[in-house]
């Protein structure tokens, strides 16, 4: 945020820059983008993460910045916001690295899980989003189609709406909803029945 003064002497603070505008201004003045890496650093590090682990986050979102940036031209807000658009280029970085996810679920299936897969459905919901997965949790993982696992932890470890995992993925908002629908009842059926994607809210209603 930029700072003026009036002629009194009193500190005026413009307007914080919207995340389009920003990637629009950098076109001119390149480090303006670090604007962008202040905002979403922290998050898009804390999925990639909980995907393959810390030391390959460090790697990845570190790259996933440095390709937006050398993109920042094609960037069009008509299809989605800059998150979606980091969580997209995120994703496809991680998909280069689907045997190292692979190992990492397969070894985290050996690894006996704090509570039991037939836990109360929004126990189960906590550890998909808290990255909590082990067991048969992470055995079901490893065995999803990439595509399917993509849009499912895109919704569970990162927030993403139908709409913003749509953007981020090029996808249409109906494909998004099979695969994470293929994706739930697949998990369901591993877990003895229960859903992890049920909300607590779902589970009381």
Known sequence: MRQSHTSDGVTVSDPPVDDAELVARSWHEPELFAGIFHRYFEEIHRYVARRLGTDAADDIAAE???????????FDPAKGAVRSWLYGIATNLVGLHR???????????RVPAE????????????????GEVSGDLAKALARLPPGDRDVLLLVALAGLSYDEVAAALGL???????????????LRAALGGV???????????
Not at 115 to 130: G, I, K, L, N, Y
Not at 172 to 186: D, E, F, H, I, Y
């Open 64 to 74: 996933t910045f440095l390709a937006a940036f050398r993109r920042r031209r094609r």
């Open 99 to 109: 045997r190292a996810e692979g190992r990492r679920l397969r070894a985290l299936a």
């Open 115 to 130: 509570r039991a897969a037939h836990d109360h459905q929004d126990r189960v919901a906590a550890r998909v989003s808290a």
């Open 172 to 186: 249409k908002n109906g494909t998004v909803a099979s695969r994470l629908n293929r994706a739930r009842k697949k």
């Open 195 to 205: 859903d992890p994607m049920l909300t607590t809210e779902e589970s009381t209603a």
